[in-house]
């Protein structure tokens, strides 16, 4: 059967609120898909139900005894959750949880004078991973940025693994290692991120591959990630 044909044999209404996963606050315009095994139907977007007491959208669907609503907004991680449309007048909750959309860039301090910042040159290039702990958030980017890429960050109290490589072509020359905590007041008002890097200038092969090794003990000479204010 097409998706069309199975999208279009709808039978019970299903109700599903979307709601910010922070603040508890409804959420509009998520735009809602609903799949089913192979088919995947469009849904619309949620908006005020109930006299505006809640956003969301109740839409009569096709049969599914396991099925997936998901949800995507600007400013939100996309969202997905299990629901069952094989009984009339079931409803679900889609927690939206917010991010801070930011620029970044990413400076070098040579380690024989860390208080001294460079910009890369030309061949660097920077591969950036962040790793929420204890949240289930990865984050990947690339320095220079690419078009008008940004980074996106849970928009709440976090703290995140994060590992950047600088490298010059095949080889990695610099980099940072490190634990690094941030609060949603801070992110409120925040517009970039500086990842700073160190490298261990006019190194052979054999210390260039010791010093990446013991990178995070290195990287306690440069600042961490720094988040910088809209003026």
């Not at 950036?128 to 320095?143: H, T």
Request: aromatic residues 10%; glycine residues 8%; contains cysteine.
């Amino acid at each position: 059967m097409p998706s069309d044909d199975y999208c279009n044999a709808v039978q019970n209404e299903i109700t599903i609120f979307t709601v910010n996963n922070i603040t508890g606050d409804d959420v509009r315009d998520v735009k809602l898909s609903f799949a089913c095994g192979r088919y995947s139907c469009e849904i619309g977007k949620s908006d005020w139900l109930s006299f505006g007491a809640a956003s969301g959208i109740a839409k009569r669907l096709p049969y599914c005894v396991y099925g997936v609503i998901k949800g995507a907004r600007q400013g939100f991680e996309d969202a997905q959750s299990f629901i069952q449309t094989d009984v009339d007048g079931r409803s679900y909750i889609l927690l939206m949880n917010p991010v801070k959309e930011l620029n970044y860039r990413v400076v070098k301090h040579m380690l024989s004078n860390p208080t001294a910042v460079q910009e890369l040159e030309s061949n660097e290039k920077a591969s950036i991973f962040i790793k929420g702990i204890g949240n289930g958030f990865e984050g990947f980017a690339v320095y220079p940025r690419e078009a008008e890429f940004q980074l996106r960050l849970p928009d709440k109290d976090a703290s995140y693994e994060v590992n950047v490589y600088l490298a010059d072509g095949e080889n990695i020359i610099a980099g940072y290692i490190g634990n690094w905590s941030v609060s949603r007041d801070v992110l409120g008002n925040a517009n970039e991120i500086i990842f700073h890097v160190v490298e261990h200038e006019a190194l052979s092969e054999d210390e260039r591959t010791l010093f990446i090794a013991s990178l995070s003990s290195y990287s306690k000479n440069v600042p961490k990630p720094e988040i910088i204010q809209n003026q």
